[in-house]
């Protein structure tokens, strides 16, 4: 199977995955702000990897909890949604680049104003 093709089936399963988990999940857990950064799908499309990012950090362990605990319930949405012959088996996996980059950008911005005064 081309690396093309396995590429435009995770990009579809990350969207999909995002649609369900926003409108057909409603777990208390699952709130604040967060994202489907991106789906790693093996190429026997078997089993996908969804990484969620989550900027608020007393809110990561709960959703992902939650995911975890939804998993055969979007597996199931997943395989309606999509034509394809299986529904991978989902694994979460917390993102953390978007908190990093959001923690480095304010580390900067501290940074260059302790160097204006100190001009």
Do not use: C, W
């Amino acid at each position: 199977m081309s690396y093309q093709r396995i590429d435009r089936i995770a990009e579809e399963v990350r969207r999909e995955v995002d649609a369900i988990i926003r409108e057909e999940l409603h777990d208390p857990r699952i709130s604040g702000t967060f994202s489907v950064t991106r789906a790693d799908v093996a190429g026997d499309l078997r089993y996908a990897k969804i990484y969620i990012s989550v900027l608020e950090d007393d809110k990561r362990e709960p959703l992902m909890q939650a995911l975890k605990n939804a998993s055969g319930f979007i597996r199931r949405s997943l395989g309606k949604r999509m034509i394809i012959r299986y529904a991978p088996e989902l694994q979460f996996i917390s993102d953390r680049n978007i908190a990093y980059g959001v923690h480095i950008a304010k580390v900067l911005a501290e940074a260059a104003g302790t160097e204006e005064q100190g001009k």
